[in-house]
């Protein structure tokens, strides 16, 4: 995964969580990933596997696909 990709998955995680007003450990907590990983993840410092994508979703209440589709938004607007 690109550092590219990463940057953009974690820039996408965050932007959702704080549009949400939740904390990383509130994220963390309903995602079932511990707190670290959802650092990591917002620093762009990690490949994601799907699962964690999915769990990420879960946390945050967003279906898989609408939170890829504000990834591709993200990404492909720059």
């Given amino acids: 995964?690109?550092?590219?990709?990463?940057?953009?998955?974690?820039q996408v995680t965050r932007r959702l969580r704080?549009?949400?007003k939740m904390s990383q450990r509130e994220l963390?907590?309903?995602?079932?990933?511990h707190v670290n990983t959802i650092q990591l993840v917002e620093l762009g410092l990690v490949e994601i596997k799907l699962t964690?994508?999915?769990?990420?979703?879960?946390g945050l209440g967003v279906?898989?696909?609408?939170?890829?589709r504000a990834f591709i938004n993200h990404y492909y607007s720059k």
């Fill in 1 to 10: 995964m690109s550092i590219g990709i990463k940057k953009a998955f974690g």
């Fill in 18 to 20: 704080k549009a949400l």
């Fill in 28 to 33: 963390a907590r309903k995602s079932e990933i």
């Fill in 52 to 58: 964690t994508l999915f769990f990420i979703a879960k």
């Fill in 63 to 68: 279906p898989l696909d609408e939170f890829m």
